[in-house]
């Protein structure tokens, strides 16, 4: 049985190709939608503009294949743009990890408290997160669905209102 990944990393991980760090380097002058990668053995390694330069790591998806996307620039104006087939994937199939990152980083614990009161701290966050996402389930459920509570509100607030 072999096993697919794609994820994100950083430039600065060993064996990461020299060629892909240049993309961080020159992200004034690139544009969006801008992508280059480099192949070795079974994994793609790739460098993808949106706002700013991304990395990917991937084991299954073609470099070559991108589809277009569409983009809002500051004044609001949509700018389509390419977007390899590995960022659809990676967008579109972005687990529980990813999701709990983002989410449990607007609730950053103090970086003073040693780090037994910080562990504390993000289990008490990540239980907070898994209730929300059984609170997304019981909603989808029901029906008709009243609205939905973002994350900070959920953790706040009662979510029995």
């Known amino acids: 049985m072999e096993m697919h990944a794609v994820g994100t990393t950083m430039i600065n991980r060993k064996f990461f190709p020299d060629e892909l760090k240049e993309t961080k380097r020159h992200k004034k002058t ?9 192949v070795s053995d079974n994994i793609v390694a790739m460098a993808w503009k949106d706002r700013e330069p991304i990395s990917f790591l991937s084991t299954f998806s073609d470099p070559t294949k991108t589809e277009k996307i569409n983009r809002r620039k500051k004044d609001g104006t949509l700018l389509e743009i390419n977007c390899p087939e590995l960022v659809v994937l990676y967008n579109k199939y972005m687990g529980g990890t990813d999701k709990n990152d983002q989410l449990t980083r607007l609730n950053r614990s103090r970086r003073h408290y040693r780090w037994p009161r910080r562990l504390m701290m993000n289990f008490i966050f990540w239980s907070v997160y898994n209730a929300y996402i059984f609170y997304l389930m019981h909603l989808q459920t029901e029906l008709p669905v009243v609205g939905i509570k973002p994350l900070v509100i959920f953790s706040t607030k009662s979510h029995l209102d």
Do not use: A, E, I
Not at 30 to 38: I, K, L, V
């Open 30 to 38: 690139m544009n969006r939608g801008y992508s280059d990668f480099r």
